[in-house]
């Protein structure tokens, strides 16, 4: 018989206003679904994503692809945004050095 406390799934990712600029993320760390989802995207195997960066376990990789999945046109509205803006930032920052 196990005496090991289960784990709701719903527990493992989290979203709040104050925390990660209210993107969804990954419960006590610091990474993001979106992270997640873009390595997924680029090829890697939930296995691999965890190994990547060694403090995640498995099912917290498969939660963060659960969200991503439940969640697709959102989060890719999400991560276009992003995608967005940094070329936007990119651009300006290349625009000042070229004015020096």
Do not use: W
């Not at 990954?26 to 965890?50: C, D, H, K, N, S």
């Not at 498995?58 to 659960?66: D, G, H, I, K, S």
């Amino acid at each position: 018989m196990s005496t090991q406390t289960s784990i709701e799934i719903g527990s493992l990712i989290a979203r709040a206003p104050g925390i990660k600029n209210g993107s969804p993320h990954i419960v006590g760390t610091g990474v993001l679904v979106r992270t997640i989802a873009g390595l997924y995207q680029q090829g890697l195997l939930p296995e691999e994503i965890a190994s990547e960066f060694g403090h995640l376990n498995l099912a917290q990789v498969y939660a963060a692809l659960a969200y991503y999945h439940a969640n697709r046109e959102a989060m890719d509205a999400e991560i276009t945004e992003e995608e967005v803006e940094a070329a936007r930032l990119e651009h300006e920052h290349c625009s000042k050095l070229e004015k020096r």
